[in-house]
């Protein structure tokens, strides 16, 4: 096997050129500059005006076929009448519809008797809360909580009528537990 000393160096000294030759076409040349726009062969003309005797004293007319134009006005012969607000049609006679039927679960009378003394207490309990508030400067969560008191009080009253101890119980209690906290807020 005979070997060639200058094929060698030839191809090893191959991928270097090749390197050298990308990396010139790639980069292009920095020194030059690109052209700029010259604005001195840029020359600004004035208008071409014709000469006055050519102008028309009188345009002509241009014949048109208005029935093929939209009406975009209506017009009335009587100005339109102004508009008066109708007086509210008057209220029959209060009539009632007639309550429906309420509901109220059948409970033994030992519950039921259970019910109303704890009712009572509950309520009772509430007011003298509320009575603690009496005369005090509130903050609005105190303010909500006695409108919220007062509220469950009386939806209790309203199931005691009714005769629903069950409700009122339940009612009464919200009110009891909630007068609670108003009091511990003092």
């Not at 000294?13 to 001195?40: D, E, M, N, Q, R």
């Not at 009496?134 to 105190?142: D, F, I, T, Y």
Request: net charge neutral.
């Amino acid at each position: 096997m005979l070997i060639n000393p200058t094929a060698s160096k030839f191809e090893s000294k191959l991928p270097l050129a090749l390197v050298c030759f990308w990396a010139l076409t790639i980069s292009g040349c920095y020194a030059k500059k690109p052209p700029s726009a010259h604005l001195a062969a840029i020359r600004l003309g004035s208008p071409n005006v014709p000469p006055a005797e050519s102008f028309i004293d009188s345009p002509r007319d241009i014949p048109t076929d208005e029935s093929h134009l939209p009406q975009l006005v209506i017009s009335h012969t009587a100005p339109l009448r102004p508009r008066v607000a109708s007086t509210p049609p008057s209220e029959p006679a209060h009539s009632e519809k007639p309550r429906e039927p309420l509901m109220v679960p059948e409970v033994p009378t030992a519950d039921m008797l259970a019910a109303k003394s704890d009712s009572e207490h509950s309520l009772a309990v509430a007011e003298k809360n509320l009575s603690l508030a009496s005369g005090k400067s509130l903050n609005p969560v105190q303010q909500d909580l006695i409108s919220k008191v007062r509220g469950f009080s009386d939806s209790a009253r309203d199931a005691m009528k009714a005769g629903d101890w069950l409700r009122a119980k339940n009612l009464s209690k919200k009110a009891e537990v909630l007068s609670a906290q108003l009091a511990e807020s003092f």
